[in-house]
């Protein structure tokens, strides 16, 4: 006697292949490229998590689904986590590029009033509603783009209230949003100009007024500093990441991007979730990581929009047996790119990686380094259903068919948020 099919909320059918890592670690050496595919499959989903994986005519036969998505054939992924992003400012900075382009350094535009201190004007200038409809139109921008989860920093305030003022905008767009923020203070971005005479009285500020009021908000997840020659330096940075990880926040870190200043050895010696950027990490900082099992986030649009030769070394990284992670350091002056499909693209062309390892540093690792790596970044039996429905015949594809966005269909949790629109043709 034939059973009757179980009913479930979602069954995405018809899926030419699936294309994902597995596990909920991290992945780094030969294991990077570790990556599981299956033909002609289909995904069951409950309660907005995947209920099983298997073939198109078992999963049909078995489920009575309330909704189903035709992936017509093509790649599906999970849904992509950009680990680091700096999304919550007002104003853009089209002319500092352009300056890079007359040969102006970031280092020069910074001291020149440039940079950071440019994007903190906005934020000061602005509301809070005006900051969150800016964070909510972007937000839009990643989904389209694949992206499900997203690192957020603030770091354009400097000062208590206008980085309260950035957290509160971050959680204002988490709770209407589709795509999951995960919150990273940054108040160490840069010194602000009414402190750059007496740097010592804003670390303090940092220190014994900024750190506990984050912490006691619950607002942040995450400290993270700028650790670089011009900003702040090694004894500086450890000295706040050390008050931060006291007051109960994990720790991120910008290191070693601008010059060879130790920073990875730092994001070791601290345990840091990740060390981000590392275009100018030593043999000696690419050891400590891995020693620390330290994640490198590495964001290779960056050199390329600042006009910068030095790459960050990812082939050898993850050669090491790192872990490396991608993202698109998406924010107004260094990098105003969303799409983690353009990075990985350049991922594989800048740093040799191939398709399937840049796809899982733009997932699974990239989840392990927010803490997440337990419910997303993969698509497996009892993870939260994120995936995308790509136009893509295989995830070979990914960093071959650059320059195009390929997302056809989003689903979050479970719920479908995301549909592209179809050209419509004449017909003569």
Known sequence: MQQSATPIDCLVHNVGELATPQGAGSR??????????QNDAA??????????????ADLAARY???QRIDAQGNLVIPGLVDAHTHPVFLGTREGEFEDRLLGKSYVEISEGGGGIVSSMLGVRNSSKEQ??????MRMDRFLVCGTTTVEAKSGYGLSLADEMKSLESIAEANRVHPVDLVPTFLGAH????EYRDDRAVYLKLLREAMLPAVAESGLAEYCDVFTESHVFGIDESRDLLNHAKELGLKVRLHVDQLTQLGGAQLAAEL???SADHLEHVSDEGIDALGQAGVIPVLCPLVPLFLRESQEA??????DAGLSVALATDFNPGSCYAMSLFEVMSYGALRYGLLAGETLTAATLNAAVSLGRGDSIGTLEPGKRADLVITDLPSHRHLTYDMARNPVQHVIKSGTLVYSASHVNRQES
């Open 43 to 56: 995904i069951a989903i409950q309660d907005g998590v995947i209920l099983e994986i298997g073939s198109e």
């Open 131 to 136: 900051l969150v409809q800016a964070l909510l």
């Open 271 to 273: 345990g840091a979730a």
């Open 190 to 193: 840069d010194f602000p100009p």
């Open 313 to 318: 070394p990812g082939r050898r990284m993850a």
């Open 64 to 66: 009575q689904a309330k």
């Open 28 to 37: 780094g050496g030969k294991a990077l490229a570790s990556i599981h595919v």
